[in-house]
């Protein structure tokens, strides 16, 4: 019963990101998943104990919410269709933000955030968060659009989807190889 609650809790949200902490919680001592809604308020879920709290109404996000991305230190980068926007947990508005829009994004081993960058110039970029810069690294193969990563092997894969749209192909995998 617990985990259908649970799964109804997290259908009614958009993006999510999991993290778990090192630091020991007061509040949990399990992994914690944390998650944004359509309308962009950010939830805290505790998978151990499924209580879903909402912990930050975020300012200054426009067009459509598309990922986030909880940092090592606890801020929160959220991606939208209006840009990028880094939020520490106490403070709604953004501590940096970008106007250049992202389909997805995940936390590198060292701290860092690839990103899938949209738009005029679609391809990996790279988020620095201790210097709050984004590197454009090189761009996708013509007509795709990539959006979720993940790593297998310390080998960074994304799924792509190519184009133009009606998109012909339902998936494919890039690999970046990581130094």
């Known amino acids: 019963m617990k985990y259908a609650i649970l799964m109804y809790a997290i259908s009614g949200l958009l993006a999510a990101a999991y993290y778990s902490s090192t630091i020991s919680n007061k509040a949990s001592n399990g992994p914690i998943l944390y998650a944004i ?27 459509g919410i598309n990922d986030l991305v909880v940092l090592p230190d606890g801020n929160i980068l959220v991606q939208a269709n209006g840009g990028s926007r880094l939020y520490e947990l106490a403070n709604n508005n953004p501590i940096w933000s970008n106007n250049i829009a992202y389909s997805g994004s995940i936390l590198a081993p060292d701290g860092s955030v690839y990103l899938s960058e949209l738009g005029n110039n679609p391809g990996l970029s790279i988020f620095d968060p201790d210097s709050n810069t984004v590197n454009f690294i090189g761009p996708w193969p013509p007509n795709f659009v990539v959006s979720e990563f993940f790593y297998e092997s310390g080998i960074l894969y994304a799924i792509a989807a190519e184009g133009p749209p009606p998109f012909t192909t339902s998936g494919a995998s890039i690999e970046w190889r990581m130094n």
């Not at 109404?57 to 067009?63: A, L, R, Y």
Request: aromatic letters at 4%.
């Open 37 to 63: 809604s359509s309308s962009g308020v950010i939830y805290k879920i505790d998978v151990t104990t499924c209580e879903v709290c909402p912990i930050l109404t975020p300012q200054g996000i426009s067009g």
